[in-house]
């Protein structure tokens, strides 16, 4: 089985649309991120700065749904830099549905009172900027943040992810068994994040707070490469 996770994203020129980004963003913010640079595909992954990132959603279209909360902690292949994780709470510019409060937790009295995303810029910013962020489930991080970016500042943020739900995929191409298999009693394999953590021995945590998720996706991650890849594999193998 090859090594590299493919998307159309993973023949992006990473390095070179930082280089472009930084010419055209016209906030200061988005700039500072795109001049923080990105790092060469053949970097080996353990010589990469990485942010394990999570967001909470009130739904699962970008366009349609708000960001309600961020967890993020910074890490590497060797530690997870549990002092400098951040989370917060963050207003909705729609509102919140029944489903997404009994799903994330987060009432209406919580957000009432929060800030809104783009107050909260600077820090997430401070974060974000010479990292490599790490998702389960790309669809949600890159799109939310995007769209939110575009809304606020009327500008866009591209940048490369990796995603351990694609690298669980990659892994288990043959994970929903046909009816006939299922017959012979073959089950699915599932790729969410606490039944991927499974398979590696790692413990249970809650899941739907945005930091508690952040670093369930960060060890997740260590151990996806410790079984199955390498400190050396390149991150242009990696990120989609």
């Known amino acids: 089985m090859s090594s590299v996770i493919k998307s159309s994203n ?15 963003a016209k906030d ?3 700039r500072a991120f795109y001049e923080a640079g990105c790092p060469s595909p053949d970097t080996p992954v353990r010589d990469v700065p990485l942010l394990a990132l999570d967001f909470e959603t009130t739904g699962l279209e970008a366009d349609q749904h708000s ?15 549990l002092g400098q994780c951040w989370h917060q709470v963050v207003r909705p510019r729609l509102p919140l549905h029944k489903t997404s409060v009994t799903i994330h937790g987060i009432t209406h009295s919580e957000i009432e009172n929060a800030p809104d995303l783009e107050d909260v810029l600077d820090p997430l910013f401070e974060h ?16 939310f943040l995007n769209t939110a970016l575009q809304w606020r500042l009327n500008e866009q943020l591209r940048f490369p992810v990796i995603d351990t739900m694609a690298i669980e995929a990659h892994l288990h191409p043959n994970r929903n ?7 012979m009693g073959k089950k699915p394999i599932s790729i969410r994040l606490a039944d991927s953590r499974l398979r590696y021995g790692l413990p249970h945590y809650a899941s739907h707070n945005a930091l508690i998720d952040a670093i369930a996706t960060a060890e997740l991650l260590q151990a996806q490469i410790l079984h199955h890849f390498s400190p ?5 193998d990696l990120w989609v």
């Open 67 to 81: 960001i309600v909360s961020i967890g993020l902690v910074p890490f590497t292949l060797t530690g997870i830099q």
């Open 10 to 24: 993973s023949k992006q020129n990473w390095p070179e649309n930082y280089r472009k980004g930084a010419e055209q």
């Open 177 to 183: 068994p046909s009816r006939w298999q299922q017959l």
């Open 232 to 236: 050396e594999t390149p991150i242009g």
């Open 128 to 143: 974000l900027n010479g990292r490599i962020p790490v998702v389960h489930y790309r669809n949600i991080e890159r799109p």
């Open 28 to 30: 200061a913010r988005i």
